[in-house]
């Protein structure tokens, strides 16, 4: 109330009606207080920097990152000390979560400061409210992966791999792989016999293998797998940059899945649009989650926590300075600068500060209205040497006139070697709760032990239960290779929806299908008709296509010590027997059921195991779909069996 007084510095008239609210607390018997802190001085010669500063970023002996260091150690303190705030009519020691830090802006030095100071007293830390994807080092590192399979001749890219998480080098070991060379880095990293270059060489080659994928599975590939590495690349990422590296990484998968949805599977087309678009990612600090937030005044709005430190206080608000204004019809009017104004301009500009400052004082009542118990309103030193350190129409003004007018109310307290004004009652200090004696007793013996080896073997797919190879794949080579996949692919389809179709709507919801393919001939659609129709009609497997089955039916099971976790294509479950079935689409049929790959009598095996753990009293059948061919072949029980036993051993 203080703060808006009518005698406040630069004060406004206020609106009609506001001299008839009465402002009564509601809290009465929970004291809380608000602080003013002395700015933090500017030295008398600051050192001189050899080089530029980037942007965002101050020097360890400005008054911003001497304030910053301040609010961590101070708000460190209050944690160990036992700090109170009150929490549903009690009092408990304060937390990280309940201190919210805002300020005005996010550039100027102040609010990366401020993150950076709180990490380096190992205070949890929320991070930034807003990221901007590209600035993150983390999202460049992997782009930077992208680059080099898009380039592998691009020398910038692959040092900074080689010195990044990925690649682990010293500056000493880049320059003996560097220095000298008559090729490209990357053909020195191939050319290289150090043993710390294998790893990452190990790993560049298989993301240049991988450069035809698709986004999404490009990076989460990189992320998850090791590929001869030690580590695979998410503890890589987080072991360099520590846990604020995961959101901004998250974010980027999230656009590259996106991606995927929506465009074609590109590398080259997904980096152009993070490059052009990268974009901000907006953050939800919305509640108290064990950390220290750090957040815009306009960013808090509707949120509210204990404690709340206002450090970015001593600038002027932002009068217009692009002299661009609207007259009373609407019409724009550029004045330019105000040395010309004529008699309009001036009243229109006059308009439009009355409208900024109005603003200002706007954002200060949201930004004092954030704290629930107490308020500690400081800054740091800013303008002309020879100057207060504030301007006249800041924040700090407004509230240290208001302290002034509050006069002997207002406690001084000595802080080493500055003075503090305090408003309200003084901080109650609680000692951390203690464990009772005897609850130690009652603890589970299992407590103090360490916990068992894991004995068993991992969760398997049945397609890894054997070391044998699978068969051979449609060549990759073969010039009719994409068009057997897609007419397998488009059979396999047609396997899956057409049995819940009733048996006559079957043909003409297939041909409605193959008609929307416009890639298709009406040659090649009537061949996969018909091809799939010589199935789907053949009497002798009407069990397997009738309806009631289940598509892409999970199998999840034990086969003695060993989890099996896979997926079946078709899955018919009658009152008398139980139907397997799994379509092949890219690999050619084999001559004879006894030809077919050991891997897949082993996968049909298993699941013929799990499954008669359910049903142990039906027989369960097992048949292979073929799309090329089309063929539709069954296992026969004897060659489950002894693969089973191969399986067991």
């Known amino acids: 109330t203080d703060a808006f007084a009518p005698e406040a510095p630069f004060t406004l008239m206020p609106p009609d009606g506001a001299n008839l609210l009465r402002h009564t607390p509601f809290r009465r018997h929970e004291a809380g207080s608000v602080e003013l802190w002395p700015l933090e001085p500017k030295d008398e010669a600051e050192p001189a920097e050899p080089w530029t500063a980037p942007k965002g970023q101050e020097s360890a ?56 100071a709180l990490k380096r007293e190992n205070l949890p830390v929320a991070g930034a409210d807003r990221i901007q994807l590209l600035e993150s080092l983390a999202v460049q590192d992997l782009l930077n992966l992208v680059r080099f399979a898009l380039c592998p001749e691009d020398d910038l890219v692959v040092a900074e791999i080689l010195k990044g998480p990925f690649g682990g080098l010293d500056d000493d070991q880049l320059f003996a792989l560097a220095h000298g060379r008559r090729t490209s880095l990357w053909q020195a990293v191939l050319a ?32 998850e797998r090791s590929q001869g590495a030690e580590k695979p690349g998410w503890e890589k990422i987080l072991a360099r940059f520590g846990g604020p590296a995961r959101e901004p990484v998250t974010a980027l998968i999230d656009r590259a899945a996106a991606w995927d949805a929506d465009h074609p599977p590109s590398l080259q087309l997904f980096l152009d649009a993070i490059e052009r678009r ?3 990612v907006k953050r939800e600090l919305s509640g108290p989650q064990g950390e220290v937030r750090v957040m815009t005044v306009h960013g808090a709005k509707g949120l509210e926590a204990p404690i709340v430190i206002l450090p970015d206080t001593c600038s002027s608000y932002r009068a217009d300075t692009d002299g661009v204004f609207l007259n009373g019809d609407g019409a724009p009017l550029w004045a330019g600068p105000k040395t010309n104004d004529t008699e309009l301009s001036a009243q229109l500009r006059a308009v439009a500060d009355a409208r900024a400052l109005r603003e200002h004082r706007r954002l200060l009542y949201v930004a004092l209205t954030r704290a629930q118990d107490r308020l500690v309103v400081c800054g740091s030193f800013s303008g002309h040497a020879k100057g207060a350190g504030f301007a006249e129409t800041s924040w700090y003004s407004v509230c240290s006139a208001a302290m002034n007018r509050l006069g002997d109310k207002v406690e001084q307290l000595v802080d080493g070697d500055r003075t503090l004004q305090r408003f309200g009652a003084p901080t109650d200090l609680m000692l951390p709760a203690l464990v009772p004696g005897g609850e130690l007793a009652r603890l589970p013996a299992w407590i103090g032990k360490p916990a068992p080896a894991e004995t068993s073997r991992p969760v398997l797919s049945p397609s890894q239960l054997v070391d044998a190879h699978e068969p051979p794949v449609i060549s990759p080579f073969d010039d009719k290779r994409a068009a057997r996949l897609r007419r397998g692919n488009l059979i ?158």
């Open 61 to 116: 002996a400005s008054p911003k990152a001497k304030l910053a260091r301040r609010i961590a150690q101070y708000i460190k303190r209050e944690i160990d000390r036992g700090a109170a705030i009150w929490d549903r009519n009690e009092q408990r020691p304060a937390r990280p979560g309940d201190f919210l830090i805002l300020v005005r802006g996010r550039t100027g030095g102040l609010f990366d400061g401020i993150l950076q």
């Open 492 to 649: 396999h389809l047609l396997f899956e929806v057409l049995p819940d179709i009733a048996p006559k709507q079957r043909r003409p919801a297939a041909e409605r299908f193959l008609s929307a393919q416009a890639d298709l001939s009406p040659e090649q659609r009537k061949e996969m008709l018909d091809a799939a129709f010589r199935v789907l009609d053949d009497p002798r497997f009407a069990q397997v296509f009738r309806p009631g089955g289940r598509a892409e039916a999970p199998v999840v099971g034990k086969i003695g010590g060993v989890t099996i976790n896979g997926r079946v294509d078709r899955l018919v479950i009658t009152d008398t027997e139980i139907l397997i079935v799994d379509y092949k689409t890219d690999r050619p049929a084999p001559p004879s059921v006894e030809a077919v790959g050991e891997a897949y009598v082993a996968q049909m095996a298993a699941y013929r195991a799990v499954l008669s753990q359910l049903w142990p009293n039906r027989p369960i059948r097992c048949l292979l779909v073929w799309t090329d061919g089309p063929q539709l072949m069954e296992i026969p029980p004897s060659l489950l069996d002894s693969a089973l036993k191969r399986v067991r051993a």
């Open 192 to 223: 290289a016999k150090a043993s710390h270059v294998a790893p990452v060489r190990e790993f560049l080659i298989d993301a240049f293998k991988r450069r035809f994928q698709p986004p999404f599975e490009f990076l989460t590939h990189a992320l």
């Open 278 to 280: 990268g974009g901000e």
